[in-house]
């Protein structure tokens, strides 16, 4: 498995687990700028992939739905 992928799933299970704790806590900047960074990473990897390149993550004040949404279109992808 790719660190890509290994970091993406990391990011999944920490979305998944905020999600389900119903945490109202927003995720870090650095968890947000991790996010925007294995988007675009998997962009670059994956130029071709429709569902990869429609993730928009730039200019959010991102929530744990669309990092959680984000990392399963990309673990799918590339995993």
């Not at 294995?38 to 429709?50: F, G, L, S, Y």
Request: proline content about 4%.
């Amino acid at each position: 498995m790719s660190e890509l992928v290994a970091e993406a799933h990391r990011l999944l299970n920490a979305a998944s687990a905020a999600i389900a704790a119903s945490t109202r806590e927003p995720p870090s900047t650095s968890t947000a700028m991790l996010a925007r960074i294995i988007v675009t990473e998997a962009k670059k990897q994956r130029p071709h992939d429709t569902a990869i390149q429609s993730i928009d993550l730039e200019g959010n004040i991102l929530d744990w739905n669309e990092i959680n949404a984000a990392m399963n279109v990309i673990v799918r992808a590339l995993d």
